[in-house]
């Protein structure tokens, strides 16, 4: 099972926004689920300066094989110019659970 799941982790500027993206994202059948994290505390550079905001964080759970086309699904409907997509390999955890999450990322899954 090594390698065939990852945690994509993303923010966003408001808890709609999250809200939002998390369900697009696992109605595409992008990912099996979508945590949303309470405000977050971002320190940051962009556009030159240092950035210190409010963020929520996405946790979203993949086939590591629907990575590209997630990562393009984010980036088209994300409000941020660069959003942040960072894929972090699953190593090992319940076969239960990672079963669901690649079944819930296929198309043809009876649920």
């Given at each position: 099972?090594?390698?065939?799941?990852?945690?994509?982790i993303?923010?966003?500027?408001?808890?709609?926004?999250?809200?939002?993206?998390?369900?697009?994202?696992?109605?595409?059948?992008?990912?099996?689920?979508?945590?949303?994290?309470?405000?977050?505390?971002?320190?940051y550079?962009?556009?030159?300066?240092?950035?210190?905001?409010?963020?929520?964080?996405?946790?979203?759970?993949?086939?590591?094989?629907?990575?590209?086309?997630?990562?393009?699904?984010?980036?088209?409907?994300?409000?941020?110019d660069?959003?942040?997509?960072?894929?972090l390999?699953?190593?090992?955890?319940?076969?239960?659970?990672?079963?669901?999450?690649?079944?819930?990322?296929?198309?043809?899954?009876?649920?």
């Amino acid at each position: 099972m090594t390698d065939e799941h990852v945690v994509v982790i993303s923010t966003t500027d408001s808890a709609e926004r999250a809200a939002e993206l998390a369900k697009a994202i696992v109605g595409a059948r992008l990912a099996a689920c979508v945590q949303i994290s309470s405000p977050i505390r971002s320190v940051y550079r962009w556009d030159g300066a240092v950035q210190d905001d409010q963020e929520w964080q996405l946790w979203i759970k993949s086939a590591r094989d629907r990575l590209e086309e997630l990562t393009a699904f984010i980036k088209a409907n994300h409000s941020y110019d660069t959003p942040e997509v960072v894929a972090l390999p699953i190593l090992g955890g319940n076969p239960d659970y990672l079963r669901w999450i690649t079944e819930e990322t296929r198309a043809d899954s009876g649920n």
